[in-house]
């Protein structure tokens, strides 16, 4: 251990290897490890915003009242309320609704009495969830809130289709089902990937609400990292070195969108494969 | 996959009520050095930290440390989320209202005034301060009491966070237990300093534990109290708090 911090001060000079070695403790790997949680949070909840998507858009045009009914209070409403406190609703809610089952089935009348908080109703049923837990419903309250927006462009971008194409299709005597699959569907995704890029940007920066939901993130790590330290038994003692954090996640997020874009060109391009040039 | 996670909600919920005589879940802070606070390698230390694995060791109990925000701590106790909070919380008459405390660990630790050097405080006629404390403390609730008049109570999360804001000068003055300032002024070079007379609030700083577990209560006392006759409580806080005196000891 001696020997090789040796060899890297002789390579690069003591300040850098002093940096080095602070940017590489147990506290800062515990950051760099969070990188997953958000970079599973933006997959994840990407993939089932556009299945709620899909399933929202299926509903509004439906030929069915109810569905129909259903598809637009759920792109109506949700699209209507702040991603912060839907965040925060959600999973509370799925908890909630989780003890209040459980709460039916394991408590006795004396459990229930022998508890002094007033939820859960009693000690067996409280369900502590575990960061993964928290995780998944971040991933399912992104998919929602998201999938309410990606609902809305998908809606827009089937009806962008031009009827002809559609008329046409039935014309050469393609059933209903080959018309969806071979030539809307088909079409609808040159009319949607602009707006789903717009929906994925949004969905990226959501996932910096992580740490509201008590999941240790890039965040709340950079938080932890930055905030002063007097105690030399705590780590190095500095001051308040939180800025510093933040850019990092700045350019973290910055990179990502650039890389995104890049992405969607090229899926653009893709989806477009044999159809006439624009303009 | 609702009835899935249903299912493995009522199986740790029974499993965890199973075992609740081997593992004893302590809920802490971990933002309070030298109490409870995060190391450079990343895991959570302090005087209370080794507190709670020599109670475990004596108890023959497993200790499972769980970080829980300051501002949540009491309501996830008594909600089951852990068994104890080890988080430099002091005795008081309000919080004895909601949960039991075992007998302290740490005496009475007089709170002190910090400012930045230079800054003159006219106690008797307070007027015009900003005065930095952190939320739902006994500090908080001692400078809401007696300077909210005139003078704009500003209230943080972490007591980090008010000592930053005091370096930069958005608070003038800070309220915060003396324990956790002297390593502050000690390692600030000079630019930050006691100022006034100490403040005596609060009874000690013991564990919290919820009403009806009155025999885990029996058991951290009995630790406590065994802990402290040989030496271990003193031994710790002489490790972990600079020149403080043994008082558990002659």
Redesign the interface.
């Known amino acids: 251990m001696e020997s090789e911090a040796f060899w890297l001060y002789d390579l690069v000079g003591e300040d850098i290897a002093f940096w080095i070695g602070y940017l590489t403790n147990g506290k800062h790997l515990n950051w760099y490890a969070s990188f997953r949680f958000t970079i599973m949070a933006a997959v994840f909840g990407a993939i089932l915003a556009l299945v709620f998507g899909l399933l929202g858009a299926m509903a509004k045009a439906s030929r069915f009242a109810p569905l129909r009914a259903v598809g637009s209070v759920y792109v109506g409403m949700v699209r209507g309320i702040p991603d912060v406190l839907f965040f925060l609703f959600f999973p509370l809610a799925f908890e909630q609704a989780v003890e209040w089952v459980l709460a039916m089935q394991v408590c006795t009348p004396e459990s229930i009495a022998a508890t002094q908080a007033k939820w859960p109703p009693c000690r067996e049923a409280n369900w502590l969830l575990t960061t993964n837990q928290y995780l998944i419903l971040a991933c399912v309250s992104l998919g929602i809130i998201y999938g309410a927006f990606t609902a809305n462009v998908i809606h827009g971008a089937m009806r962008a289709v031009p009827k002809g194409q559609l008329e046409a299709a039935r014309a050469y005597g393609m059933s209903d089902f080959q018309v969806l699959t071979r030539i809307h569907v088909r079409q609808m995704w040159v009319y949607a990937l602009p707006g789903l890029s717009n929906v994925w940007m949004l969905l990226i920066k959501a996932t910096s609400l992580l740490s509201l939901l008590q999941v240790a993130d890039i965040v709340w790590w950079a938080g932890q990292l930055g905030s002063p330290n007097f105690l030399p038994q705590a780590g190095l003692v500095h001051g308040d070195w939180r800025w510093a954090y933040y850019i990092a996640l700045f350019v973290f997020y910055i990179l990502v969108t650039l890389l995104s874009e890049k992405a969607f060109n090229r899926l653009n391009l893709w989806a477009r494969r044999g159809m006439p040039e624009e303009g | 996959m609702?009835k899935a996670?249903?299912a493995a909600?009522?199986l740790?919920?029974?499993t965890s009520?199973a075992h609740a005589q081997d593992t004893l879940r302590v809920g802490t802070e971990g933002?309070y050095?030298?109490w409870n606070?995060?190391?450079?390698?990343?895991?959570l230390?302090?005087y209370e930290i080794d507190l709670a694995n020599a109670l475990c060791e004596h108890t023959g109990m497993t200790c499972e440390i769980v970080q829980n925000d300051w501002d949540s701590i009491i309501p996830n106790l008594?909600?089951?989320?852990y068994d104890v909070i080890m988080a430099g919380m002091s005795i008081t008459d309000e919080r004895l209202e909601t949960i039991n405390f075992t007998q302290d660990y740490f005496p009475v630790d007089p709170s002190k005034y910090i400012v930045t050097a230079g800054t003159e405080v006219d106690f008797d006629n307070m007027s015009g301060m900003r005065i930095g404390v952190q939320g739902n403390t006994i500090q908080a609730a001692f400078v809401e009491e007696n300077f909210a008049d005139g003078n704009t109570v500003v209230s943080f999360a972490?007591f980090?966070?008010s000592?930053?804001d005091l370096?930069?000068g958005n608070v003038d003055v800070v309220l915060a237990d003396g324990s956790s300032l002297e390593?502050?002024v000690e390692?600030?070079g000079g630019a930050l300093e006691f100022v006034g007379e100490d403040v005596a609030v609060g009874g000690g700083v013991g564990g919290g534990v919820?009403?009806?577990d009155t025999e885990l209560l029996a058991t951290l006392d009995e630790a406590l109290t065994a802990l402290k006759a040989d030496g271990t409580v003193d031994a710790l806080r002489a490790e972990?708090f600079d020149g403080v005196e043994a008082a558990y000891t002659e």
Request: net charge negative; proline share 5%.
């Open positions: 609702k996670l249903i909600a009522a740790a919920a029974l009520a933002a050095a030298p606070f995060v190391n450079d390698s990343g895991e230390a302090g008594v909600a089951g989320n972490t980090d966070q000592i930053a370096a930069a390593p502050v390692n600030s919820r009403k009806e972990w």
